[in-house]
């Protein structure tokens, strides 16, 4: 069964780009384009992995990524941002998320980050 990937992002052709990629990889892909379908996608397809862009119409990413946090037990967050001031990377920390990368992403570090995040979901579970 292939991992569910619901990436937060309201750049069309970056999640273009990263859905192709992950697909590729064998992996299941949702999108969401701003915060309040973000939240209305993570209800409905229960994700393995969220990859989310900070900065959106609406709900911003902070505003998501604490409203998950309520909801359910913990699901893997790897941000994706071109919000890259250490007090940007700071900030996605105190609100939980459990990995941040800067845009323009590297495929490789955002292949690696997703590896690791998943490998980690059956050890969150025990």
Known sequence: MAHKILIIDDEPEFV????????????????????????????????????????MPGKDGYEFLKEIRTRRTWVPVVIVSALSEPKDIFKGYEFEADYYLTKPVNLENLSRAVMVMISLIPLRKR
């Open 16 to 55: 273009d780009v990263i859905a192709g990629f992950l697909r590729d990889r064998g992996y299941e892909v949702v999108a969401a384009g701003d915060g309040e379908d973000a939240l209305r996608q993570f209800d409905a397809t229960s994700p393995d992995l969220v990859l989310l862009d900070l900065k």
